[in-house]
């Protein structure tokens, strides 16, 4: 079974940055095109990044671009999310997302497209 594990939530305040984290097991990574999607309390979960398994072509919702940087390594079955200038609005549970594809250049941006998640880490802002 394929299984996504993310780390690296945790709580900071605005202004501060944190690197998260997501080894996936379980399936061949490099056909994986792989993302990170968000929910805040109250709100609908909302794409925040996704990259393609070529790791060449990468996308951001508009309230991250210039803040956050999506990457990957697929010798490590990893996908990292670094995220700097954080601000209280960027408070969410974080969720790794996983979807098979056969080209190396496509980007997924629509969440029901994701066929595999993990359970989430929570990154808390303080203002």
């Known amino acids: 079974q394929v299984q996504l594990v993310e780390s690296g939530g945790g709580l900071v305040q605005a202004g501060g940055s944190l690197r998260l984290s997501c080894v996936v097991s379980g399936t061949t990574f490099s056909m994986y095109a792989m993302g990170w999607c968000r929910q805040a309390p109250g709100k609908e979960r909302e794409f925040v990044s996704g990259?393609?398994?070529?790791?060449?072509?990468?996308r951001y919702a508009s309230s991250v671009k210039g803040r956050f940087t999506i990457s990957r390594d697929n010798a490590k079955n990893t996908v990292y999310l670094q995220m700097n200038n954080l601000k209280a609005e960027d408070t969410a549970v974080y969720y790794c997302t996983a979807d098979p594809q056969s080209s190396p250049m496509v980007v997924v941006t629509e969440l029901d497209e994701y066929n595999y998640w993990g359970q989430g880490t929570q990154v808390t802002v303080s203002s």
């Open positions: 990259i393609s398994w070529g790791g060449d072509n990468k």
